[in-house]
């Protein structure tokens, strides 16, 4: 079993982000989970990531850590360079505001706003004006057009979650997680939002995360890394679909090996 | 399975429990509260009534036109006592406007409630207490000696052997005298505030009735196993002629009657805001219902795919409802309790003390306070109750759930033609006169409020969009997000702001009359009043004639009128009648009256237009009074405009007053200098002479409307104090609205957590959205208010209230202070929107 202490970015050149030594435990006692377990993982400047593993592996978990909505119980999260560890709530959600940008599966958007607004929404609340050049372009990556001025719920949910994408770019963000933003999506429309982040990374030299389940969706990323059981097992470089579905087969069967040996 | 639903709810429905807690607390607190003031008249009645009296005819009454003058000669009393069938047989003579100063020099009781003094008597009262019993020292001997109650005593910190300066009535307004003893009233000595004084039997007689051997009234108590009928009907045997002998029992009862008319006049103000409480509390109800059902549609539509009928439905919102306003009216009954402490407090303040006079629930107060309860809450959640059914079992499987709202149109239609109709009778109101007029006017504006409640989803969006554009210049995004927030759901926000518009549209009202008012007397007293002093007690406590000759006395006074009061029934209703000198009067007042103030002669009378136009009365009418001698008839000679320089209804002459058995006591005095007084010093030397009345004031016209308008002022403080009540529900409305809402939006809430909204800045927007809903209500309810003002006003000019005024200051004041009881309301709210944990709120399904 290969085990990786550390598993470092495919690119070379700076850290935009990494876990060291990250664990996280739910509940105390009897009842703890160990959800992350001394993870220590790195992510690129410009590299575009997929974390995969199987439900319950701490993908989430991972992605709560990193975009400061959750606290690690041992070890560090470093975002750009800034260390989240004993970080008051004002000071991590100011993070999360001007460094991270976060898509979830739904619900990504505020429905009173239109989707030019929900775009704005962390700049307009940290009282600042959009960088227009940037502004510019990540309008016109959405690729809305006169929807730009509707409501979310004039929008499907394709052209919604490319919205949530464009918002947690427009403050260029250290990084930008999204957990399964395609988990609501059918095919068509997950190709849309995959599309649109790997030309952010590839134009813009974004770094960008995400969870998800689809080896069609992880063959559109740089890197995937694996996690099972709350470590990082495996990784694959430049993946392929095919690549990936195998690998997550292989994973598997030793998951369920080692669930039956354990049992 | 309610149940269930209701206690995982347990939090929503806490504030609307708590609207039908308030509102039935007042009006349970009113009926305690009134109870226990009838209670303690009844016993101060029964407490002094004796198995019969004997009393100039007619006599006796406890609220009477004023105070009986006729006497009974003292020889009657042996007469009586020779009867058999009388036990004993006890002459007193009573006295009232007796007070007492305090050792700090103030009047015991403050301006309010009755100075009664008697001579002492071991009469057993109806109840079987004697009337009245010795404490402690002696009793008085002669005229140097009074005794006085225990807690009037203790009240103006008087102990036995002290000098006691006393107010009164007689021919010497002051007098002092040495505490002789302390005596106590019945059993339990509540007396409502009153004061006691106890005289000597000869002393009373020389000191009020010119030393005549007579007597107010004759207590008898029955010999054993002698009934009171059997008791009057032999004492009435010896009587002479225009004396009688009654039973105890008819007297009190009587006299029960009379109180309870003006109990009954309390109950009914206190019930009016009870009505107000309860309407605003309505609106909060039907507002949490309707969230409530919204928050529940998918489960709703579960339920109604599982099967269960929209009648079932229907019962399961209904009987939820059913619960609350148990559980509420329940806790209504005992806030109501509280209220009535609170009431007892407030009116002691005015006077009426109730002491620690215990406060009872009667059986009446316990069912209307249910009934009230059930029907308000069950009447208020029918609505939503009725939206829940028709939710179609199909959108169960929807994401998100869109209950079926009727179209805003039909409310626009529906709240149009209401207000329509609520214009229709204002009108009508106009037309009518006296107090149809009132009502139909009164009944127009509660129209309009339901109707202009039904459009203000319509009327509040350009104002919330207005605020809009304030909030976003001054808060960006954070201003954007409330004012999209305030206009999500229109119903909701312009319920919310309903409940509060109604409150400030009754505040707003109010502030225009009373100032209104205010002007009104201003003017009157600018215009009419030609005397440069008055003196006077500002509830028009009588005080002792001699004043008047001693300030005719004074160099440099030209002339002074007597001005007197009485209450007689005109009609069946008790009217404030005005008697003094018209030559006099003449000179201190320019009142307007066709044919001059001469006009007035012993058998004339004047009226105030208003009076004269709600009797319907016109010049050359007879005016039939009930005094104690019995009915007086006058001819109504003319009107004069209504004044706050001439505080009557009616106008007779001193000489017809003083025939009619009304004794002789002024009320108030008008003083005309010569023209080459010296103001200052006529002013300064005539206060010296009323400088031991408490009683009385010396004031120039300025200060006589500043007193007046101090009145109004205080009666505004009340009434201000009440409504705040309704106001303090509308806020829970506004909590209530936004906690559901927060409640309603928790994944909204997470999502602007997790894209870097501070806690601040979250609770920043509740209190935004919060401060808009106020001030839409506060807004329409202040035009609301001015608009039914003026209206109002016109309708009445003729009764008195002339003069407009609008106080655009205060009316500011009470926009502000909506805006901070927003702030207020949304405290909690915020609080629990910027607690909420990122994730979990993210989570929530
Ligand atoms: N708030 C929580 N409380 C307790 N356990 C949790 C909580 N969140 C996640 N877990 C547990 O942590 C583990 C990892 O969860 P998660 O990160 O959501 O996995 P994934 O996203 O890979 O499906 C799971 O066993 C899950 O049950
Ligand atoms: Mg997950």
């Known amino acids: ?263 | 399975m309610t149940l269930r639903n209701l206690l995982a709810r347990k939090l929503r429905l806490t504030l609307s429990g708590f609207a039908i807690v308030l509102g039935v607390a007042f009006v349970a607190g009113s009926f305690i509260f009134t109870d226990a003031l009838g209670g303690a008249f009844t016993g101060i009645i029964k407490g002094t009534t004796a198995d019969a009296e004997v009393l100039p005819e007619g006599g006796g009454e406890f609220t009477g036109a004023g105070e009986d003058s006729r006497t009974i000669p003292a020889s009657v009393e042996a007469d009586l006592a020779g009867i058999p069938e009388v036990a004993v047989a006890n002459g007193y003579n009573q006295v009232q406007g007796v007070y007492v100063i305090g050792a700090d020099g103030e009047l015991v009781g403050g301006d309010g409630p009755p100075g009664l003094a008697f001579n002492y008597t071991e009469t057993e009262a109806i109840t079987g207490d004697q009337i009245v019993t010795l404490l402690e020292g002696d009793l008085p001997s002669d005229e140097s000696q009074v005794a006085l109650d225990v807690g009037t005593a203790d009240e103006a910190g008087y102990e036995i052997g002290d000098e006691v300066e006393l107010v009164t009535p007689g021919p010497e307004p002051t007098m002092t005298a040495t505490l002789s003893g302390l005596i106590q009233f019945g059993a339990e000595g509540g007396l409502v505030g009153a004061s006691l004084t106890i005289f000597d039997d000869r002393a009373i007689q020389d000191l009020f009735f010119r030393g005549r051997d007579v007597y107010t009234g004759i207590s008898l108590n029955a010999a054993d196993g002698v009934s009171q009928q059997q008791l009057a009907d032999a004492a009435q045997q010896v009587l002479p002629a225009g004396v009688e002998a009654r039973t105890g029992d008819a007297l009190a009862e009587e006299n029960e009657d009379a109180i309870g008319e003006i109990l009954g006049f309390i109950n009914t103000f206190l019930l009016v805001f009870a009505a107000v409480a309860i309407v605003v509390g309505a609106f909060l109800i039907v507002n949490t219902f309707s969230i409530l059902v919204a928050q529940r549609s998918r489960e709703l539509a579960l339920l109604r795919a599982l099967g269960a009928s929209r009648r079932q439905v229907n019962r399961a919102v209904l009987s939820e409802a059913l619960v609350v306003a148990l559980i509420g009216s329940t806790l209504g009954l005992g806030a109501g309790y509280l209220l009535a402490i609170g009431l007892r407090a407030l009116f002691a303040t005015f006077g009426l003390d109730l002491g620690a006079a215990s406060l009872l629930v009667e059986q009446r107060t316990v069912l209307v306070s249910y009934a009230v309860g059930l029907v308000v809450t069950v009447v208020a959640a029918y609505l939503p109750a009725r939206r829940a059914s028709r939710v179609a079992p199909v959108t169960a499987m929807r994401d998100d759930v869109a209950l079926p709202e009727a179209s805003l149109r039909r409310r626009l239609v529906v709240g149009v033609l209401l207000s329509v109709a609520g214009v229709v009778l204002m009108v009508a109101g106009f037309a009518g006169s006296g107090r149809t007029g009132l009502v139909l006017i009164g009944g127009g504006m509660l129209a309009i409020l339901l109707g202009v409640s039904l459009v203000s989803p319509v009327v509040g969006r350009p104002v919330v969009m207005l605020l809009g554009i304030g909030y976003r210049r001054a808060f960006s995004a954070v201003g954007t997000l409330a004012t999209e927030n305030a206009l999500r759901n229109p119903r909701r926000t312009a319920a919310t702001a309903s409940a509060l518009m109604i409150g400030l549209t009754l505040v707003a009202l109010m502030s225009i009359l009373g100032q209104s008012a205010k002007a009104t007397t201003d003017a009157a007293i600018d215009e009419t009043l030609t005397a440069q002093l008055v003196i006077s007690n500002v509830i028009g406590t009588p005080f002792s004639t001699t004043i008047a000759e001693q300030v005719r006395d004074v160099e440099g006074v030209d002339s002074v009128a007597q001005f007197r009061q009485a209450f007689p029934e005109i009609d069946g209703s008790q009217s404030f009648v005005g008697a003094a000198d018209p030559e006099q009067l003449a000179r201190a007042l320019d009142i307007p009256v066709a044919g001059g103030l001469t006009a007035l002669t012993d058998g004339a009378v004047l009226a105030t237009s208003a009076a004269a136009d709600g009797q319907g009365l016109t010049v050359g009418d007879r005016v039939a009074m009930d005094f104690p001698v019995g009915e007086q008839e006058f001819t109504l000679a003319g009107t004069f405009p209504p004044s706050g320089a001439i505080p009557a209804d009616y106008l007779i002459t001193t000489d017809a007053l003083e025939q009619a058995g009304i004794k002789a006591a002024d009320s108030l005095i008008y003083i005309t200098l010569a023209a080459d007084a010296d103001r200052s010093a006529v002013r300064a030397e005539i206060d010296v002479s009323i400088d031991d009345l408490p009683t009385v004031t010396l004031k120039d016209p300025a200060e006589f409307a500043q007193e007046q308008k101090e009145q109004i002022d205080q009666f505004l403080a009340i009434v201000y104090l009440l409504l705040a009540l309704a106001v303090v529900i509308a806020v829970l409305g506004i909590v209530n609205t936004l906690a559901l809402s927060v409640i309603e939006r928790t994944r909204e809430v997470g999502l602007l957590r997790a894209i870097g909204m501070q806690r601040r800045q979250l609770r920043r927007m509740v209190r935004l959205e919060s401060v808009a809903i106020a001030l839409l209500g506060a807004l329409l309810g202040i035009v609301m208010g001015i608009a039914f003002g003026v209206v109002l006003q016109r309708a009445i000019a003729e009764q008195g209230l002339d003069v407009l005024a609008i106080p655009w200051i205060q009316l500011g004041v009470f926009v502000v202070v909506s805006g901070l009881v927003g702030v207020l309301a949304a405290i909690l709210p915020a609080r629990r929107a910027a607690r909420m944990d990122v994730l979990t709120a993210i989570a929530t399904e």
């Open chain 1, 1 to 263: 079993m290969t085990e990786l202490a550390t598993t470092q970015p495919a690119a070379t050149g700076s850290t935009a982000a990494r876990a060291v030594g990250l664990s996280k435990i739910y509940g105390s006692g009897e009842t703890a989970v160990r959800a992350l377990d001394r993870v220590s993982v790195a992510f690129g400047g410009g590299e575009f990531t997929a974390v995969m593993g199987p439900s319950g592996s701490g993908k989430s978990t991972l992605m709560h850590c990193l975009a400061a909505l959750d606290t690690a119980s041992e070890g560090d999260v470093i975002v750009g360079d800034t260390s989240l560890v004993g970080l008051s709530d004002k000071a991590l959600t100011a993070l999360r505001r001007d460094r991270v940008g976060f898509v979830f599966q739904a619900f990504n958007l505020v429905p009173t706003l239109t989707a030019r607004e929900n775009i704005t929404l962390p700049l307009a609340i940290a009282g600042r004006k959009p960088d227009q050049q940037w502004y510019d372009t990540v309008i016109s990556a959405v690729g809305l057009g006169d929807r730009l001025d509707h409501k979310p719920s004039e929008l499907s949910g394709g052209q919604q979650q490319r919205v949530a994408c464009a918002r947690a770019l427009v403050s260029r963000p250290a990084i930008v997680l999204a957990d399964e933003p395609t988990g609501n999506l059918d095919s068509a429309a997950s190709g849309e939002v995959l599309g649109f982040l790997r030309r952010t990374v590839d134009e813009f030299h974004q770094t960008v995360i995400i969870v998800t389940h689809d080896p069609v969706a992880a063959a559109y990323t740089d890197r995937v890394v694996f996690l099972a059981d709350g470590r990082v097992v495996d990784e694959m470089l430049r993946p392929t679909a095919a690549a990936v579905l195998e690998k997550v087969k292989v994973l598997s069967a030793r998951e369920v090996a080692g669930t039956a040996a354990g049992g």
